[in-house]
C-alpha cells in the first residue's frame, strides 16, 4: 500500500502507436527478360553486400567509422542516453554533505543591543557544521515518469535519425560508386573507340595514297576522330568529380582516393532478386517515419509533465548532523541536531 501511496498516478494523455497492417501483395517483374526484380522477402540490412564487390564494402565499412554526419548523429545518442540519466534521477532521494567552519563577530550596534549582555560577554564566536541534508520528491502525479518517457522517446528519435543518416549516406556512396564503375567504363570504351578511329585515319590515308579513297573520305575519317576525341574530357571530369564525392562522404581531403578508385573496374551487378519485404510494412521500416513517430511520442509525455505540473508537489525532507561552537566537542552526543519533515509546494495561479 505504501509504494502504491508513493507511486501514485500518472496525469495526462497516453502515446499509442498507429499499427499498420501489412498487405501479403508481392511485388515482381514477370517478364523473364528483366534483369532483376523485387520479392516480398526478408530486407537485408547489409543490402551493398549482395553487389559482391569487396571494394564497395570496404568503403562503406570505412564510411561508418569516418563520415562527420555520423558522428555528429552519435554524439546526439550519447547526448540523449545522458538527458535520460538526468531525468530519471529527479525520481531518486537527493544526498549530500554539508561541511563549514565560521568565525562571527556581532555588531554592539545591531539586534544584539536589544539584548542586554552579560558583563564581559564574547561577541565573537565560531560556529562549526557537519552533516547530510536530503530530499525526496514524490512523483504522485507522474510528472517524473512522464520526463523519462519523453526522454525515452527522444533517444529513440536520435537513435532512428542516426539509422537514417547512415541509410542515406550508405545509399550516396553507393549511388557514386556505381556512377563511377559506369564512368569509368564508358571512358574505357571512348578510349578504344578513338584508338580505332586513329587507325581508321591511318587506312583512309593509305587508301587516298592508292587512289582508292577521296579528300571527303579523309575529313569525315577525321571528324569521327575529333568527336570521339571530344568526349574524353567531360569523362575525365565527371570521374573525378565522383571520386572525389566519394572521398567526401568519407572525410578524406580532395584528391585523396585518386590512387585507389582511377583503375577502372567493372561495375557490380545487380542482384536477379532484391528483397523490398511486404508493401505494408515499408513506412515502418522508414528512420524518418519512425523518428517523427518517436518525436510525436516525445511531445506526448511532454504534455503529461505540462499537466502534472498543475498538481501539488510533495517532497520528504531531512537533515541530520552536528553543530557546535568548539571544535573539540563538534562530534559529542550533545552536538547532534536533526530535522525532518515534508513539504507541499501548491500552484495558486499561472500562465494557462
Same mark, same amino acid.
Given at each position: 500500500m505504501l509504494g502504491v501511496g508513493l507511486t501514485g498516478c500518472t496525469v495526462g494523455p497516453n502515446f499509442q502507436s498507429q499499427e499498420i497492417s501489412a498487405s501479403p501483395t508481392r511485388s515482381t517483374a514477370d517478364d523473364a527478360g528483366v534483369p532483376s526484380r523485387t520479392v516480398a522477402g526478408a530486407v537485408d540490412l547489409t543490402w551493398w553486400k549482395s553487389f559482391?564487390?569487396?571494394?564497395?564494402?570496404?568503403?562503406?565499412?570505412?564510411?561508418?567509422?569516418?563520415?562527420?554526419?555520423?558522428?555528429?548523429?552519435?554524439?546526439?545518442?550519447?547526448?540523449?542516453?545522458?538527458?535520460?540519466?538526468? #531525468? &530519471?534521477?529527479?525520481? !531518486?532521494p537527493h544526498i549530500e554533505g554539508q561541511?563549514?567552519? $565560521?568565525? /562571527? @563577530?556581532?555588531?554592539?550596534?545591531?539586534?544584539?543591543?536589544?539584548?542586554?549582555?552579560?558583563?564581559?560577554?564574547?561577541l565573537d564566536y565560531a560556529d562549526f557544521r557537519d552533516g547530510l541534508t536530503s530530499s525526496w520528491q514524490l512523483d504522485l502525479f507522474g510528472r517524473v515518469r512522464r520526463a523519462v518517457e519523453a526522454a525515452d522517446a527522444n533517444t529513440l528519435?536520435?537513435?532512428?535519425?542516426?539509422?537514417?543518416?547512415?541509410? #542515406? &549516406?550508405?545509399?550516396? !556512396?553507393?549511388?557514386?560508386?556505381?556512377?563511377?564503375?559506369? $564512368?569509368? /567504363? @564508358?571512358?574505357?570504351?571512348?578510349?578504344?573507340?578513338?584508338?580505332l578511329s586513329e587507325e581508321n585515319v591511318q587506312l583512309v590515308n593509305t587508301r587516298f595514297g592508292n587512289?582508292?579513297?577521296?579528300?571527303?573520305?579523309?575529313?569525315?575519317?577525321r571528324a569521327q576522330q575529333a568527336t570521339i576525341a571530344a568526349t574524353l574530357p567531360p569523362l575525365r571530369v565527371q570521374e573525378a568529380e565522383l571520386i572525389n564525392a566519394i572521398g567526401l562522404l568519407l572525410g578524406d581531403a580532395p584528391r585523396a582516393l585518386e590512387a585507389e578508385l582511377r583503375r577502372p573496374q567493372?561495375?557490380?551487378?545487380?542482384?536477379?532478386?532484391?528483397?523490398?519485404?511486404?508493401?505494408?510494412?515499408?513506412?515502418?521500416?522508414?528512420?524518418d517515419v519512425r523518428e517523427a513517430e518517436a518525436r510525436l511520442h516525445e511531445?506526448?509525455?511532454?504534455?503529461?509533465?505540462?499537466?502534472?505540473?498543475?498538481?501539488?508537489?510533495?517532497?520528504?525532507?531531512?537533515?541530520?548532523?552536528?553543530?557546535?561552537?568548539?571544535?573539540?566537542?563538534?562530534?559529542?552526543?550533545?552536538s547532534t541536531t536533526f530535522a525532518v519533515g515534508p513539504a507541499i509546494s501548491i500552484p495558486i495561479c499561472g500562465a494557462h
Open positions: 559482391r564487390d569487396a571494394r564497395l564494402t570496404s568503403l562503406v565499412e570505412r564510411l561508418v567509422d569516418q563520415n562527420l554526419d555520423l558522428q555528429t548523429a552519435a554524439e546526439r545518442v550519447v547526448q540523449s542516453v545522458t538527458q535520460r540519466q538526468v #531525468a &530519471a534521477s529527479q525520481g !531518486l561541511s563549514s567552519s $565560521t568565525y /562571527n @563577530r556581532a555588531s554592539p550596534n545591531g539586534p544584539v543591543s536589544l539584548f542586554v549582555p552579560a558583563p564581559g560577554a564574547m528519435a536520435a537513435v532512428e535519425n542516426r539509422h537514417g543518416v547512415a541509410l #542515406a &549516406a550508405v545509399a550516396e !556512396l553507393a549511388q557514386n560508386y556505381m556512377l563511377l564503375r559506369g $564512368t569509368q /567504363n @564508358r571512358l574505357a570504351i571512348a578510349k578504344r573507340n578513338l584508338h587512289g582508292v579513297a577521296t579528300t571527303l573520305d579523309i575529313a569525315q575519317a567493372i561495375a557490380p551487378r545487380v542482384p536477379r532478386r532484391v528483397p523490398v519485404g511486404l508493401p505494408g510494412t515499408l513506412v515502418r521500416r522508414r528512420p511531445a506526448t509525455a511532454q504534455t503529461g509533465v505540462a499537466v502534472a505540473n498543475f498538481y501539488p508537489d510533495v517532497t520528504l525532507n531531512g537533515a541530520a548532523g552536528v553543530e557546535s561552537l568548539r571544535l573539540g566537542n563538534l562530534f559529542s552526543p550533545a
